[in-house]
């Protein structure tokens, strides 16, 4: 091959990286506008923010967060009233079912005595939702 196919099939290549790139970006901007709409909702909660992660990968950065609150704070009926409310926006109406289907599992565990709730969010697509009774 000579040098000048070599530098147009090079910079084809360097185009759609680009492009991947950028759709990435694009991508986890909407999440993260999707992810600042449930910060209502879960300060609705009594829930707030501990920890904020951002790794970034070969084309798409991972974003997580760690949010914390107090068990008595939170409850079921409270969960889907703020599902109702907030019907339109589709990440926080996932999140909030997570967070009702965990305490509906703890609830028929009985009085285990826990005091807090600490729920990792891994956002992307899915987003994934961890929930610890501490």
Known sequence: ??????????????????????QAFDQVNQVLDEFQETLPAMR?????????????GAVMPEISAKVVGRLETVSGAKTRALIEQYSEKKLVVTLLNSLNTALSIQEKLGDLDFKGIEADIKLGVPPKFNVNFI
């Open 1 to 22: 091959m000579n040098f000048k196919k070599f530098k147009q099939k090079f910079g084809k290549v360097k185009n759609n990286a680009c492009d991947m790139k950028n």
């Open 44 to 56: 609705d909660l009594g829930l707030s923010i501990q920890d904020l992660h951002v790794g970034m």
